[in-house]
Structures are given as structure tokens and as C-alpha cells.
């Protein structure tokens, strides 16, 4: 099916491990994003990214790494995952000449 | 410090009656503004949207409202439907960033009762 995905939908890990979450387009976007959901917060873009190898950081970027290797993928690293970093994440995408983000189903994480 | 923020963490409203969502802003550069709707355990999705040359934008039952002396819009619904609960999210870009990215407020939880 055509559209944006991410992966896996629920995750629990520890202090200290690293995770990645993934995201998929399926529209050739030029553009896709990670933000994190909060209460309180909203949603706070972590990094973004305007074409494939070109990536930039967000309003919250420590302790996250991303790539883009290929235009469809983005997959969004903890690499020592903290309590802080519990939240809902959301991947989204853009064509380049629009506005109007398309947001994934979102991945619930748990660092316990 | 949020660029965009919505006061109102909740709204509560009668099915029929009229929901008025608040949105207010601070960084004079954004120039289009757009609400999207998120249901639980779903990604949000957008709604309604309104470039800074307008002071008003209708589609169907949702309509937004700009004032930029003010800096602040605000989204209509008319008639609320119980269907409509959900939260409700403000977002903003700007030009002169090459709208690189949205910029979001905290949500409003909207609940229509039935």
C-alpha cells in the first residue's frame, strides 16, 4: 500500500541500549521528518531531512542520529537510549513544493 | 520558548453547538498555517489550512480564522460532531526558512458530547 510507515509500532527497551525506528515513504517525498509527542510539548521536530544524505537537525536532536541513504527510508537511532527519550515518535513526509506534512501511525517507546 | 502555542488544553463542547479552537503565535515570519486532528494511536492528519495573504479559509464544517496583527488564529467548527473529538494541533511555517519544517503548539483535546 501506498503511503508512510513506520516500525515497530511498540518498543520497551532499557537504559543504555540502542534502538532505531524505522520509517518508509512510498511517495518518492523529497522531504521526511521525525518530531516526538509530549504532554505539554506537542509535537517537537527532532531532525529532518530535504533529500537523500542530506539531513539537519530539529529543536531536539541530542541523543538521536538519523540517515537517509535512500529516499524512502529514514530511520531515526537512540543511541544510549534515556528515560527522556519515552515518547511517541512520528516520521512524516513532504513533497518538496508543498506545506502540508503525511504522518505515519507513530511508534510508542518505552526506556525503562 | 514556543513559537506557537495553543492555551487550552481541553475543550468541551454539546454536539450541534459551535467548537472555537485558539491559536496564538509569536514569530512574526511565519506566513501559512495549518490544524491537523489526532485520533488516538493514529498520526495526525491534516485538516484545514490558511496562507498569511487570507484572513480566512472555509472548508465544509471547519473554517480558520487569521489575524495577524494580532498573531492569532483560530479554527471553527460548525456543527460540532461527535466524531470531531480528538486533539487538535496549531502549526505554522515560514518563507524565509524555506519551510523546512512545521512548527507545532502543545494540542487541544476537543470533546463533543453527544
Known amino acids: 500500500d501506498a503511503g508512510i510507515t513506520q516500525s515497530p509500532r511498540y518498543k520497551i527497551t532499557e537504559t543504555g541500549r540502542q534502538v532505531t525506528l524505522m520509517c518508509h515513504q512510498t511517495w518518492s517525498h523529497s522531504y521526511m521528518f521525525w518530531y516526538r509527542q509530549d504532554l505539554g510539548h506537542g509535537l517537537r521536530l527532532i531532525y529532518y531531512s530535504a533529500a537523500a544524505d542530506i539531513t539537519d537537525k530539529g529543536e531536539v536532536p541530542d541523543g538521536y542520529v538519523v540517515s537517509r541513504s535512500k529516499t524512502e527510508n529514514f530511520p531515526l537511532t537512540l543511541e544510549s537510549a534515556t528515560r527522556s527519550q519515552t515518547s511517541v515518535y512520528f516520521c512524516?513526509?513532504?513533497?518538496?513544493?508543498?506545506?502540508?506534512?503525511?504522518f505515519g501511525s507513530g511508534t510508542q517507546l518505552s526506556v525503562l | 520558548d514556543q513559537q506557537v502555542k495553543q492555551n487550552s488544553p481541553s475543550l468541551s463542547v454539546q454536539e450541534g453547538r459551535i467548537s472555537i479552537l485558539n491559536c496564538d503565535y509569536t514569530?512574526?515570519?511565519?506566513?501559512?498555517f495549518l490544524w491537523y486532528k489526532k485520533y488516538p494511536a493514529e498520526g495526525p492528519t491534516f485538516l484545514i489550512s490558511?496562507?498569511?495573504?487570507?484572513d480566512k479559509n472555509e472548508d465544509g464544517r471547519f473554517t480558520v480564522f487569521l489575524n495577524k496583527s494580532a498573531k492569532h488564529l483560530s479554527l471553527h467548527i460548525v456543527p460540532s460532531q461527535p466524531g470531531d473529538s480528538a486533539v487538535y494541533f496549531c502549526?505554522?511555517?515560514?518563507?524565509?526558512?524555506?519551510?523546512?519544517?512545521?512548527?507545532f503548539g502543545s494540542g487541544t483535546r476537543l470533546q463533543v458530547q453527544p
Open positions: 502549526a505554522a511555517s515560514a518563507q524565509d526558512t524555506g519551510r523546512r519544517a512545521l512548527t
Open positions: 514569530n512574526s515570519m511565519f506566513d501559512y
Open positions: 512524516a513526509s513532504r513533497s518538496g513544493g508543498g506545506e502540508k506534512l503525511f
Open positions: 490558511i496562507s498569511s495573504i487570507k
